[in-house]
């Protein structure tokens, strides 16, 4: 540890488990008091015990709860230097078989939610004229897509859009705004829901030979919310592996 977060709260939403999870426990680490807001109240509220924070509900999809989740850090640590929204679902359902209701669901929580989340950090940010947002992005969207992911891909793509349109409103006030755009990333939601054949063809198609971790996601975080990345703002950074680079799937070069 090198208390690189010192002094600063931090707000991470979708933090009870996975890469929100890594991410909290990382900026604790570097010293920060973090918040996590999550829907899981019971993983969520073993994380925040773990990492000395606090815990709140928060359906990020809900200004209500948005707004709660940014008091409880004003009211708890009495302030707010740093926000992640990270929390996002992503059901698989092709094209034709998406509801307008499901649609609407996945835009509520990745997409909208990241707007929620902004702003109700902007107040407080903007009248102490500092501040980092941070979202969590995806390859999925921006670069690459797959089936059953019209929906997901769609907000992801939104939220770059959002990023630089944020990024230059609250430039003013001495706030960056910025992403990270995860390849695939090993977490336990992973290993529980996809098969060790799924997991072994993701880890040939990266030309680093493995899927990332929720600390990879988490060292990217970590920078982008720290004094080192002060004159950053409005872009995102890919953390896959290398996954994106490939033209076709026939890439490695054997050492010799």
Known sequence: MTGRLDG??????????????GIARRFHEEGARVVIADTEVAAGQETA??????????????????????????EGFGGLHILVQNAGIYPWTLIENISPEEWDKVLAVNLKGTFLAARAALPHMKAQRSGRMVFTSSITGPRVTSPGHGHYSASKAGINGFIKAAALEFSGYGITVNGIEPGNILTDGMKMHRSEAFIRSMEEAIPLGRLGTPRDIANCALFLAS??????????????????????ADFRITPG
């Open 227 to 248: 004094e080192e990345a002060s004159y950053i703002t409005g872009t995102t950074i890919v953390v896959d592996g290398g996954q994106t680079l490939p033209e076709g």
């Open 8 to 21: 600063k709260v931090a707000l991470v939403i979708g933090a009870a488990r996975g890469i929100g999870e």
């Open 49 to 74: 015990a773990r990492l000395e924070g606090l815990f709140v509900e928060t359906d990020i999809s809900r200004m209500a709860h948005a707004e709660r989740a940014v008091e409880t850090a004003l």
